[in-house]
């Protein structure tokens, strides 16, 4: 765990750099955010981030400090999508689709304002590239690509024994696609997130509903497509399977991976307060009919460990 | 100027007039995670039950403007697993400690009450009367009078050297009623209000955001219902029997908290606050200082119930 604040450990104050639609016209947004410590992450890593207009808290009226509640009150949780840590500081970003009053806020924020934000929370992450892994799934719906795109890094910077890693992304349009139209023109801190792009194993699959980019149907179909094809070279021992996403399509991938006895790791979401299993809010019902947290038995679970019927 | 920020609690001592509020602790030493405790005067564990609860289905949460619904559904691991692992680490943290409980019935409300007296670092223990959000018990006990006279007596008769505290919902028609009932019976501090009754509905789903359909709101948008009730149970109730009231219900700032100490409260419940702001105790306790010296109190204490008899 990270010392951040003497004694507290979760808090950080950072500025964003930038903050801005991923592609002309999307809903969903990058956000890098600079803080001047550093801080050790993992995929599956998440922050909580306030909406709250933190330039506001040190006005005064007639000599008197004015302090009130934040407009919205919780943070938002955000898995990490990638960090660079460059000259003592630290570039963490984001991808968010804006889906109500919180999210509507923080795609507000201008690079320099300042931003409150608590983690990395989360305690169990993907596992770091293992040297008998040889073929990597990743399936990605939509905003869910994030931690997985921080996965696809890992693997392709130190998945030794890696020969091939698949990247199933799906979305509702070509507009919402979390990959910039022109990777190149992007800052280091942004670029850097999508490096695994130019790793010659990688494998890239895009399906949208509505078929204005790739493969129109669901990304599901794309992938059991492919990993059917994957099964009849050889056995599927040095399989991993990796996603986010929407529930549904997460059930999809998990039932396909069980049917082919393969091991698949999810990341998952859920309604949040604390972030670090104190007010039990983000329960999700096992497949043994009980409860886990999504923050502190999570986010990543076991396809197996979840209850994908309720 | 040094600032006293000590309060008495039916005798205890607090450092800090600042309380973090059941469920809003965990079990307490989870708190330590993103709160410097040592802000706190106390600490209110999580509501302990007779077995262990798994709590309510998903979604249990929804954000609302100014405030929170939760139906969590008091999951927890029971108290005697609480006892056996929570407890030695409760121990360390060196800060009070209250433990809150519920029972379906008030022979589990004693027998509860009975396991917590060896548990010497434990200061208090709190009745809850008021959770919206059980089928069973919980906010049922506290909305009738007469139960709530004859669970606080059991209990009381059982308790040995600990204070007792009854939790008190704001979802019923005269809360002095409930007040008075429970002080009758020997409650030695009150703690209000719970969360009220509410409901968020999702329009393109239609239906419900939170499963069980509605649950607790808290937060910002009830701290004027919880002052104003705090006041009404201070003026008709404590003052004059010098019973102390833990003031709780959307105390995110420091002026939050003066107000509640200004209608009455001897001490102040932080928790949504502490989900929103984990430097929350810091913050409202350099608030605080500033604003007793500039108001020239030395004694934090000083300021309950100042505003209660204003005409």
Same mark, same amino acid.
């Given at each position: 765990m990270v010392e951040t604040?003497?004694?507290? @450990? /979760? &808090? +950080?104050?950072? @500025?964003?750099?930038?903050?801005?639609?991923?592609? &002309? =016209?999307? /809903?969903?947004y990058i956000i890098t955010i600079k803080i001047t410590s550093q801080i050790f992450t993992q995929p599956g890593h998440f922050f909580l981030l306030y909406p709250e207009n933190l330039s506001m808290t040190k006005k005064e009226a007639e000599g008197r400090l004015i302090s009130y509640p934040p407009s919205t009150l919780l943070g938002r949780p955000l898995s990490l999508a990638g960090i660079l840590q460059k000259d003592k500081k630290t570039y963490l970003t984001f991808i968010y689709k804006i889906t109500g009053v919180g999210t509507a806020l923080i795609s507000e924020k201008k690079p320099e304002d300042p931003i409150r934000l608590a983690g990395p929370l989360g305690k169990i992450c993907f596992s770091p590239p293992n040297d008998n892994l @040889?073929? +990597?799934?990743?399936? %990605? =719906?939509?905003v869910g690509a994030p931690p997985l795109f921080y996965l696809a890094n890992e693997y392709a910077k130190k998945g030794r024994s890696l020969e091939k890693l698949y990247i199933f992304l799906g %979305?509702? &349009? %070509?507009?919402? !696609?979390?990959i910039p139209q022109e990777i190149k023109a992007e800052q280091e801190y942004i670029r850097s997130l999508y490096s695994f792009l130019e790793d010659s194993r990688t494998r890239l699959l895009i399906s949208t509903d509505d078929g204005t980019y790739g493969v129109k149907g669901l990304i599901t179909d794309l992938f059991e497509e492919h990993l059917k094809k994957e099964l009849s070279l050889s056995s599927g021992e040095d399989i991993l399977i990796c996603s986010c996403g929407p529930k549904a399509m997460l059930a999809k991938v998990v039932k396909a991976s069980e049917r082919f006895n393969l091991p698949v790791k999810v990341s998952m979401e859920e309604r949040m307060a604390c972030g670090v299993g104190i007010c039990q809010g983000c329960a999700i019902q096992t497949s043994e009919g009980r409860f886990k947290l999504c923050c502190n038995d999570g986010p990543v679970f076991s396809g197996d460990? !979840?209850?994908w019927e309720c | 100027m040094q600032i006293d920020l000590t309060v008495n609690l039916s005798g205890q001592i607090l450092k800090s007039p600042l309380i973090a509020v059941s469920g809003t602790a965990g079990y307490g030493p989870e708190l330590t995670q993103i709160l410097d405790i040592k802000k706190l005067g106390a600490i209110t564990t999580k509501t302990i039950t007779e077995r262990p609860r798994g709590g309510n289905k998903p979604p249990r949460i929804a954000e609302v403007a100014g405030g929170l619904i939760n139906s969590i559904g008091l999951a927890n691991i029971g108290i005697d697993q609480f006892i056996e692992k929570k407890y030695p680490l409760i121990c360390k943290l060196g800060v009070p400690v209250i433990v809150n409980i519920a029972g379906e019935s008030i022979e589990e409300y004693c027998r509860i009450a009975e396991k917590l007296n060896s548990l010497d670092k434990i200061f208090a223990v709190e009745l809850?009367?008021?959770c919206p959000n059980i089928s069973s018990g919980g906010i049922e006990f506290g909305k009738d009078p007469k139960i709530v006279e004859d669970l606080t007596a059991s209990v009381k008769k059982i308790t040995v050297g600990k204070k007792l505290i009854v939790k008190l919902t704001p979802n019923v028609t005269d809360?002095?009623?409930?007040a008075a009932a429970a002080v009758q019976a020997g409650a030695d501090i009150l703690s209000l209000i719970n969360t009220l009754y509410g409901m968020a509905i999702d329009i393109w789903k239609q239906r419900p955001i939170i499963s069980r359909g509605f649950g607790g709101v808290s937060g910002p948008a009830i701290k004027p219902i919880a002052i104003y009730n705090v006041w009404r149970v201070y003026t008709s109730i404590c003052r004059d029997r010098r019973i102390p009231i833990i003031g709780i219900g959307g105390i995110f700032t420091w002026q939050d908290a003066i107000e509640m100490m200004l209608a009455g409260a001897t001490a102040v419940g932080i928790g949504t606050g502490i989900f929103s702001n984990h430097l929350i105790a810091e913050q409202i306790t350099e608030g605080i200082r500033s604003y007793c010296k500039s108001c020239r109190i030395d004694r934090i204490s000083s300021l309950t119930g100042i505003a209660s008899s204003f005409q």
């Open positions: 604040k003497e004694g507290y @450990k /979760k &808090t +950080l104050f950072g @500025k964003i750099v930038e903050n801005k639609p991923i592609r &002309t =016209g999307s /809903k969903n @040889k073929r +990597l799934f990743i399936v %990605a =719906g939509g %979305a509702s &349009t %070509a507009n919402e !696609i979390p460990e !979840i209850d | 809850n009367i008021s809360i002095t009623e409930i």
